[in-house]
């Protein structure tokens, strides 16, 4: 959770600011600790992964390139078991933020683990228990029907002399927004007159309680306009019924209702869930402004148009807006345990939804560029964001750093998919002094150091630093501001360092480090975060900016990240199954993370691997499929083997903004859609080996226009449409 700075002592203060850790208050703002202590540092309160204790570097061996052996598993403190998360994984999760309706397979809300109606993080109704006739339906059918609804139906026998076959069908329709309505449909040849019961409850608990384990008993309820009512600490909640019902019983926190049903008739009762004195929830994502373009794919492989589908009804379920400026929209990272904003997250989403159109870059820009820190301080022009658990083998990462890297990288890249100019002068001074606190961390040395004292330099973090300097550069070129020399000159010294001190020989041909620690020996261990060097962003006239590894290096990459040990058959494992600490479920440690995965085949296709990248896309199609096409930010990275499925992680948020824009970024790479629309032209670099057959991505949104592609069983891309004045190439 979050905890209070303390003031820097004498030696520490003369210690360069990126080297201590950052600890963040509650409004969000980051401040750099005095020194490093035992106990495990604050983590992103968004995230099920709780800090545990351990999980930093062994002292160093007499040799310097000795590499370091792994850490022992972390344990929880003794008397004190970590808390059990409420699971994810079954339920039904109806978003549209701020509003969420979380519920199992059942249908019924029975007040237990995350069940519940829920608003800004509060749920506002824990329990809503259906029973026709004094017994509950059976169960039959649960199903999501969008990214905001779920529909249930149940059945009952009214009558026992009717026979095995039900007389009543009882359909549930669940919406974020916070409404249910429930419909009882008479199947039976004589009418029928049916008692109905609604049973309500709520703790008023917060997320972060709930996930906790912490939340306390039911509140009692008051009878309250055509509902009930339940307050406590200065919030309440209510829920209205229509028709109003014949009785509503406050002690017993029930509504019911006599409901006359004629043979094949209908009968509707609906329920809306507020927070009192409040208005209807009016989500960011339900407007007629959406910042995202209407894209279709369709092809030889029936799964790439659900699976585009689902992934653009996720970002729009998981748009948010800025308070204080309304139009400007951005991404929470997942539900339901990260509604919030999540810097580093909002932004590679923003960037990997950029063929859906600019207005989402622009809005989470602006956003971001609000938050960054402008004092005197060394931390100024740092984009704030909480620290991230890197998993057993290294520890924790600090978000602020990723997210104030990706800043000046977003805006280059939105530049070239069509950003308006004047939006682009607007936000180049937020990029500018990004690029000036890269410069100011990295000083004299060659590599941007970690964020706490004597830390690892991490692999992910030079390839994140790498491409914002390249492509930051060239931004400030195209609008005549300084720097651009000195930051190529000091990436062109990074790639020349890296491609010696982290590249680890071996009798396979070699392999990246996961990091070097601050005496130079390096992190052995192979995980799929060294997809980061693949993605090395856009320049102009479809150009990929160079990367930190040599073409031999890159191939001995490519051709690990096809073997067995990183590629579970459904993605890449964010740890080898060959390295001690390994864990199928660890988020870190062998789980499939999704966008990962995505960026490697993107990575790959780009560089002419195209049978590594077909097959790790191929294998992420299937794992799309078994989960509706809606996909969660991670799961588990057990094998696949023949008639197997891939196993869910228990505290895996789904939807997840990277997730769901991984599907766009991972179709845009199939066409090979490169925009440079300051040069009003269009480069398609389509994946000549067509893995997935013909394909037609319409719908897309390149300078501001209508934009589709058809990519042939050949491999040839052909434009269908295009903004006048584009020239388009191959």
């Given at each position: 959770m979050?905890?209070?700075s303390?003031?820097?002592?004498?030696a520490?203060?003369?210690?360069p600011?990126?080297?201590?850790?950052v600890?963040f208050q509650?409004?969000g703002?980051?401040?750099?600790?005095?020194?490093?202590?035992?106990?495990?540092?604050p983590?992103?309160?968004?995230?099920?992964?709780?800090?545990g204790?351990?999980?930093?570097?062994?002292?160093?061996?007499q040799r310097?390139?000795?590499?370091i052996?792994?850490?022992p598993?972390?344990?929880a403190?003794?008397?004190?078991p970590?808390?059990?998360?409420?699971p994810?994984?079954?339920?039904?999760?109806?978003?549209?933020?701020?509003?969420?309706?979380?519920?199992?397979?059942?249908?019924?809300?029975?007040?237990?683990g995350?069940?519940?109606?829920?608003?800004?993080?509060?749920?506002?109704?824990?329990?809503?228990?259906?029973r026709v006739?004094g017994?509950?339906?059976?169960?039959?059918q649960?199903r999501?029907?969008?990214?905001?609804?779920?529909r249930?139906?149940?059945?009952?026998?009214?009558?026992?002399?009717?026979?095995?076959d039900?007389?009543?069908?009882?359909e549930?329709?669940?919406?974020a927004?916070?409404t249910?309505?429930?419909?009882?449909?008479?199947?039976?040849?004589?009418?029928?007159?049916?008692p109905?019961?609604?049973?309500?409850?709520?703790?008023?608990?917060?997320l972060g309680?709930i996930?906790?384990?912490?939340t306390?008993?039911e509140?009692?309820?008051?009878?309250?306009?055509?509902g009930?009512?339940?307050a406590?600490?200065?919030v309440?909640s209510?829920?209205?019924?229509?028709?109003?019902?014949?009785?509503?019983?406050?002690?017993a926190?029930?509504?019911?209702?006599?409901?006359?049903?004629p043979?094949?008739?209908?009968?509707?009762?609906?329920?809306?869930?507020?927070?009192?004195r409040?208005?209807?929830?009016?989500?960011?994502?339900q407007?007629?402004?959406?910042p995202f373009?209407p894209?279709?794919?369709?092809?030889?492989?029936?799964?790439?148009?659900?699976?585009?589908?689902?992934?653009?009804?996720?970002?729009?379920a998981?748009?948010?807006?800025?308070?204080?400026?309304?139009?400007?929209?951005?991404?929470a990272?997942g539900?339901?345990w990260?509604?919030?904003l999540?810097?580093?997250?909002?932004?590679?989403?923003?960037?990997?939804?950029?063929?859906?159109?600019?207005r989402?870059?622009?809005?989470t820009?602006?956003?971001?560029?609000?938050?960054q820190?402008?004092?005197?301080?060394?931390?100024?022009?740092?984009?704030p964001?909480?620290?991230?658990?890197a998993?057993?083998?290294l520890?924790?990462?600090?978000?602020?750093t990723?997210?104030t890297?990706l800043?000046?990288?977003?805006?280059?890249?939105?530049r070239r998919?069509?950003?308006?100019e004047?939006?682009?002068?607007?936000?180049?001074?937020?990029?500018?002094?990004?690029?000036?606190?890269l410069r100011t961390?990295?000083?004299?040395s060659?590599?941007?150091?970690?964020?706490?004292p004597?830390?690892?330099?991490?692999?992910?973090?030079?390839?994140?630093?790498?491409?914002a300097a390249?492509?930051?550069?060239?931004l400030l070129d195209a609008?005549?501001r300084p720097?651009a020399d000195?930051?190529?000159k000091?990436?062109?010294?990074?790639?020349?360092?890296f491609?010696?001190?982290?590249?680890?020989?071996d009798?396979g041909?070699?392999?990246?480090a996961?990091?070097?620690t601050?005496?130079?020996?390096?992190?052995p261990?192979l995980?799929?975060?060294?997809?980061h060097?693949?993605?090395?962003?856009?320049?102009?006239?479809?150009?990929?900016a160079?990367?930190?590894?040599?073409q031999?290096?890159?191939?001995?990459?490519?051709?690990?990240?096809?073997?067995p040990?990183?590629?579970?058959?459904?993605?890449?494992?964010s740890?080898?199954?060959?390295?001690?600490?390994?864990?199928?479920?660890?988020?870190?440690?062998g789980a499939?993370r999704?966008?990962?995965t995505?960026l490697?085949i993107?990575g790959?296709?780009a560089v002419?691997y195209?049978k590594?990248?077909?097959?790790?896309l191929?294998g992420?199609?299937?794992?799309?499929e078994h989960?509706?096409?809606?996909?969660?930010e991670?799961?588990a990275g057990e094998q696949?083997?023949?008639?197997?499925?891939p196993?869910?992680?228990?505290?895996?948020c789904?939807?997840?903004?990277t997730a769901a824009a991984s599907?766009i970024?991972?179709?845009?790479a199939?066409?090979?859609?490169?925009?440079?629309i300051?040069?009003?032209?269009?480069t398609?670099?389509?994946v000549?080996s067509?893995p997935?057959?013909?394909?037609?991505?319409?719908?897309?949104?390149v300078?501001?226009?209508?934009?589709?592609?058809r990519?042939?069983?050949?491999?040839l891309?052909m434009?269908?449409?295009?903004?006048?004045?584009?020239?388009?190439?191959?």
């Open positions: 979050h905890q209070q303390t003031s820097p002592s004498a520490d203060a003369a210690r600011p990126w080297g201590r850790p600890q509650p409004d703002t980051a401040a750099w600790a005095a020194a490093p202590t035992a106990a495990s540092p983590f992103d309160p968004r995230s099920p992964f709780p800090a204790p351990g999980g930093l570097l062994p002292p160093a061996p310097i390139r000795r590499p052996p792994a850490p598993p972390r344990t403190a003794a008397g004190r970590a808390p059990e998360l409420p994810t994984h079954a339920a039904l999760i109806c978003v549209a933020l701020p509003g969420l309706a979380i519920s199992g397979e059942l249908g019924q809300l029975a007040g237990r995350l069940d519940g109606f829920y608003r800004g993080g509060r749920r506002l109704l824990s329990r809503c228990q259906v006739a017994r509950e339906p059976l169960a039959v649960a999501m029907t969008g990214a905001d609804s779920a249930f139906i149940g059945t009952l026998r009214a009558s026992p002399a009717a026979g095995p039900p007389d009543v069908v009882v549930r329709t669940r919406r927004e916070g249910e309505r429930i419909t009882l449909r008479n199947a039976a040849a004589r009418p029928l007159r049916l109905v019961e609604v049973a309500l409850g709520t703790d008023l608990a917060e309680t996930a906790s384990g912490t306390g008993p509140l009692p309820a008051t009878v309250h306009d055509s009930l009512r339940w406590r600490a200065g309440a209510c829920v209205t019924a229509d028709p109003p019902p014949s009785d509503a019983l406050a002690s926190g029930l509504l019911r209702w006599e409901l006359e049903l043979p094949g008739g209908t009968a509707t009762v609906e329920l809306r869930v507020r927070l009192d409040a208005g209807p929830l009016r989500s960011a994502g407007t007629t402004t959406s373009a894209a279709r794919a369709t092809g030889d492989d029936p799964r790439v148009g659900p699976l585009l589908h689902e992934a653009v009804a996720a970002l729009q998981l748009l948010l807006r800025d308070p204080a400026h309304p139009s400007d929209t951005h991404l990272a539900a339901p990260r509604c919030g999540a810097p580093a997250e909002a932004l590679a989403a923003a960037r990997m939804s950029l063929p859906l159109g600019t989402l870059a622009t809005g820009l602006r956003t971001l560029a609000r938050t820190l402008r004092d005197a301080d060394p931390r100024a022009s740092l984009i964001g909480p620290r991230r658990d998993g057993p083998i520890p924790p990462s600090c978000t602020g990723e997210a890297l800043f000046p990288v977003l805006l280059a890249e939105a998919w069509g950003l308006p004047q939006e682009v002068r607007e936000l180049l001074p937020a990029a500018e002094r990004c690029l000036a606190w961390a990295v000083g004299d060659t590599y941007l150091p970690d964020f706490r004597k830390g690892p330099v991490r692999c992910e973090t030079q390839a994140h630093a790498h491409r390249l492509l930051g550069a060239d609008y005549d720097g000195e930051l190529r000091w990436a062109q010294v990074l790639r020349a360092a491609r010696a001190d982290f590249w680890l020989e009798h041909g070699g392999r990246p996961a990091a070097l601050a005496d130079g020996r390096p992190v261990h995980g799929s975060a060294a997809v060097l693949l993605d090395t962003g856009l320049l102009g006239s479809g150009r990929l160079p990367g930190l590894l040599d031999v290096q890159t191939e001995h990459l490519a051709r690990l990240l096809g073997t040990a990183l590629d579970a058959g459904w993605g890449l494992r740890l080898s199954v060959k390295e001690p600490g390994h864990n199928p479920f660890g988020h870190r440690s499939v999704v966008h990962e995505a490697a993107t790959l296709a002419g195209e590594e990248a077909g097959g790790l191929r992420l199609l299937e794992a799309a989960f509706g096409h809606r996909l969660p991670m799961f696949r083997s023949a008639g197997s499925a196993v869910p992680h228990p505290a895996a789904r939807p997840a903004a599907a970024m991972v179709l845009i199939l066409a090979g859609i490169r925009p440079d300051p040069a009003r032209t269009v398609l670099c389509p000549r067509a997935l057959g013909e394909l037609v991505l319409t719908g897309l949104r300078a501001g226009a209508p934009f589709a592609v990519i042939s069983r050949l491999g891309a434009v269908e449409e295009a903004a006048d004045g584009l020239q388009l190439g191959v």
